[in-house]
């Protein structure tokens, strides 16, 4: 049987390699939809070679362009950001993969668990948001989160089989194309060369927010509720080569390591084809020209964002939505030349201040929140 798939964001770096995956691999998956914020050439491309049941366009203004394009293949065209919300709880599909970036892949998450889908989870900043609404529902639906992002899956991968509690994550971190520069060097980079990521090719929001270690923090919030461990048991380690993705230290010392080269298509296809290990032609890891793996303690002192991630984390509540709408908004400031590097973590620390808290929050708590951080974030950068 094969798996019907939706990918939710497939013109993006996830979503291209999620098809590459697939294209490989065409007696495991069928494409039942695929869904793109406004990339609507590629989304055609797509849509013509892989001839789902639905598109769906979130940019309503080009629905009618995206039609005209398709009318002659029997795929249903749908518009808008409630259509994506909708078309993850089709009947057929049996695995969501959220690709998306950043609070616009919440809805769509939860109506996807609802529904009853496995979810391949490539957006985290659902889980930094609303980590406990999602984790209850997927437990209460009795549906799979299977992490994409390349450090859970190493997680994931480690605890395969295991029983035993886990006394410490270790998350490693590249460290990004900052790593050794001073904070007067920080000042003055440019966004080119915080688009430059020195081992991974992925989208500009994850490529900034690694090289202000911001990612770093997401994947440690993320880690929290997926593997449901403590801020206290997380560990991020700089390991600049990024060959070892994550480890899981066990109560008996053993340390459980998952390595690879840097491709995100690996834990693309191991989510996507769990629990089997699909064969693949990916270029093998060479010990004898690696030669050396290094390991450094993240510096919080330059890269203030991990810091406020462990903050959010352990205040609970809205705190980390708060922050998360703190950062999609001063990097798209930072993406905008509105706003220096260093300046992005000042927007974030203010706006963790200035809104308000709350402790139990409510789904419709974390709308309002996600609105007014966004605002008095704005407000910090004008
Ligand atoms: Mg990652």
């Known amino acids: 049987m094969k798996r019907n798939i939706a990918i939710l964001g497939s013109t993006g770096s996830i979503g291209?390699?999620?098809?590459?995956?697939?294209?490989?691999?065409?007696?495991?998956?069928?494409?039942?939809?695929?869904?793109?914020?406004n990339n609507i050439d590629l989304l055609i491309k797509q849509a013509r070679e892989f001839q789902p049941e639905v598109v769906v366009i979130a940019c309503e203004e080009k629905y009618n362009q995206l039609e005209d394009a398709l009318h002659d293949l029997p795929v249903k065209v749908w518009a808008g950001s409630e259509a994506i919300a909708q078309v993850v709880e089709?009947?057929?599909?049996?695995?969501v993969l959220t690709a998306m970036v950043g609070y616009s892949g919440l809805k769509p998450t939860i109506n996807a668990i609802k529904a009853g889908k496995a979810i391949a989870l490539a957006n985290k900043e659902t889980l930094v948001v609303a980590?406990?609404?999602?984790?209850?529902?997927?437990?209460?639906?009795k549906v799979p989160v299977l992490p994409v992002d390349s450090e859970h899956s190493a997680i994931f991968q480690c605890l395969n089989g295991e029983r035993s509690p886990i006394e410490k994550i270790i998350l490693t971190a590249s460290g990004g194309p900052f790593?050794?520069?001073?904070?007067?060097?920080?000042?003055?980079?440019?966004?080119?060369?915080?688009?430059?990521?020195?081992?991974?090719?992925?989208?500009?929001?994850?490529?900034?927010?690694?090289?202000?270690?911001?990612?770093?923090?997401?994947?440690?919030?993320?880690?929290?509720?997926?593997?449901?461990?403590?801020?206290?048991?997380?560990?991020?380690?700089?390991h600049p080569q990024s060959i070892i993705h994550s480890m899981v230290q066990f109560e008996d010392s053993s340390i459980i390591a998952q390595l690879g080269l840097p491709d995100m298509h690996l834990p693309i296809q191991y989510a996507l084809g769990y629990p089997a290990r699909l064969k693949s032609n990916f270029e093998r890891l060479d010990f004898f020209k690696l030669k050396t793996m290094t390991f450094e303690k993240p510096d919080t002192e330059r890269f203030r964002n991990l810091s406020f991630a462990f903050e959010a984390a352990k205040a609970k509540g809205n705190m980390p939505c708060i922050?998360?709408?703190?950062?999609?908004?001063?990097?798209a400031a930072f993406l905008q030349d509105k706003i220096g590097f260093l300046e992005m973590s000042d927007v974030i620390e203010k706006t963790m201040q200035k809104t308000a808290f709350v402790q139990v929050p409510t789904y419709d708590d974390y709308v309002q929140t996600d609105i007014e951080a966004r605002y008095i974030a704005q407000e910090f950068i004008k």
Not at 25 to 32: R, T, V
Not at 90 to 95: K, L, R
Not at 131 to 141: D, K, Q, S, V
């Open 16 to 37: 291209t390699q999620a098809l590459d995956v697939v294209r490989e691999h065409p007696g495991q998956f069928e494409i039942y939809a695929l869904t793109a914020n």
């Open 90 to 95: 089709s009947q057929p599909i049996d695995m």
């Open 131 to 141: 980590g406990e609404l999602i984790t209850g529902l997927a437990i209460e639906n």
């Open 179 to 238: 790593l050794n520069h001073s904070l007067k060097q920080l000042q003055k980079v440019t966004k080119k060369e915080a688009l430059n990521h020195p081992n991974w090719d992925m989208g500009a929001k994850v490529t900034i927010d690694s090289a202000s270690l911001m990612n770093k923090g997401l994947e440690m919030i993320e880690a929290k509720w997926l593997f449901d461990v403590s801020p206290d048991q997380i560990e991020v380690v700089v």
């Open 323 to 331: 922050m998360n709408a703190a950062n999609e908004i001063a990097v």
